[in-house]
């Protein structure tokens, strides 16, 4: 059995957490539409083998964590689908259930393959809203309200047996406190938050860094990164969580990702800044895939070797 908090028992076991990469863009190249609201969490309902096959390939490629498909999984937007609550509640069960099934099956095959973790993905109010919100954080409820929207969630995601949460792609000061004083109605579990940037000294809304309970980025741009990770690390103790998308640009009306020029993906080269600035769970975010996250672990395990 996993100790209370894994997630701690873990870096204590190692310098460097790997986390895996992109989920729906991933599950975009393997031929899922995913132009709808629902984002990823439609691919539960339509083609979980394929959630469950993603994770596998991220444990397969030396990833030490899986987050769940459920960062825009809801009740509320299972609703607008005709979907009961209940109905809801077993898709987001569902998603860890994959999760979970994807870790056991890699670990009976490769029986040294050590702690691996799943993280249920926690995403903002603004995911709901599926028009780009998360990077912005330009929306207001009241507290009670943005808890009640989390609470479900939530307590699907613990009730399935995650061993951590992620409350990813946060974009706003009061929206994180709302999740704080929601967790407390959850003890037993460990959670690390990720914010979306408006800059290396802000998170979206506009909130200084330094006016925020931390752990670390997710989903913004590679170059900008390593200098907002500095800047954190800078008024924090806490270990460091980095998962940046591929450097593109997501245009939240076409629901498409772009680039200009031939810009190509390299987390490895981040790699060296991102953990002398203090981080110390990497993965990758959108855009990003298991050869990316293979080779992080590679080059991880490379320095590990000259120590």
């Given at each position: 059995m996993l100790p209370e908090n894994p997630l701690a028992a873990l870096l204590e076991q190692s310098p460097v957490v790997i986390l895996d990469g992109a989920l729906a863009t991933e599950l975009e190249a393997r031929g899922c539409?995913?132009?709808?609201?629902?984002?990823?969490?439609?691919?539960?309902?339509?083609?979980?083998?394929?959630?469950?096959?993603?994770?596998?390939?991220?444990?397969?490629?030396?990833?030490?964590?899986?987050?769940?498909?459920?960062?825009?999984?809801t009740p509320q937007g299972f609703a607008a689908r005709g979907?009961?609550?209940?109905?809801?509640?077993?898709?987001?069960?569902?998603?860890?259930?994959?999760?979970?099934?994807?870790r056991e099956d890699y670990c009976v095959a490769h029986p040294d393959a050590g702690a691996l973790l799943v993280a249920g993905s926690v995403g903002p109010y603004g995911a709901f809203l599926a028009n780009g919100a998360e990077y912005r954080g330009d929306y207001h409820l009241p507290q009670a309200e943005m808890m009640a929207f989390h609470r479900p969630r939530i307590a699907?995601?613990?009730?399935?047996?995650?061993?951590?949460?992620?409350?990813?792609?946060?974009?706003?000061?009061?929206?994180?406190?709302?999740?704080?004083q929601l967790l407390r109605e959850f003890?037993?579990?460990?959670?690390?938050?990720?914010?979306?940037?408006?800059?290396?000294?802000?998170?979206?809304?506009?909130?200084?860094?330094?006016?925020?309970?931390?752990?670390?980025?997710n989903c913004v741009?590679?170059?900008?990164?390593?200098?907002?990770?500095a800047h954190l690390?800078?008024?924090?103790?806490?270990?460091?969580?980095?998962?940046?998308?591929?450097?593109?640009?997501?245009?939240?009306?076409?629901?498409?990702?772009?680039?200009?020029?031939?810009?190509?993906?390299?987390?490895?080269?981040?790699?060296?800044?991102?953990?002398?600035?203090?981080?110390?769970?990497?993965?990758?975010?959108?855009?990003?895939t298991p050869q990316d996250i293979a080779a992080i672990s590679h080059a991880c395990k490379h320095e590990s070797h000259h120590y």
């Open positions: 539409d995913l132009c709808d609201p629902l984002w990823s969490a439609k691919v539960l309902m339509e083609a979980p083998g394929l959630i469950y096959q993603v994770h596998y390939d991220y444990f397969a490629a030396g990833a030490q964590c899986a987050i769940t498909a459920s960062y825009q999984a979907l009961s609550e209940a109905d809801a509640l077993a898709l987001i069960a569902r998603s860890v259930e994959l999760a979970v099934r994807a699907a995601l613990v009730d399935a047996g995650v061993d951590v949460l992620a409350c990813e792609t946060q974009p706003s000061l009061p929206e994180m406190a709302a999740l704080l003890p037993t579990i460990t959670a690390w938050f990720s914010f979306t940037l408006r800059d290396e000294q802000h998170i979206s809304d506009g909130t200084p860094l330094r006016d925020v309970v931390a752990m670390g980025i741009a590679l170059e900008s990164a390593a200098a907002a990770l690390s800078s008024l924090t103790a806490l270990p460091l969580v980095v998962y940046p998308n591929s450097g593109q640009h997501y245009d939240a009306n076409a629901k498409r990702w772009s680039s200009t020029g031939e810009q190509v993906c390299s987390l490895t080269a981040h790699l060296s800044a991102w953990r002398a600035a203090g981080a110390r769970l990497i993965g990758g975010c959108c855009r990003t």
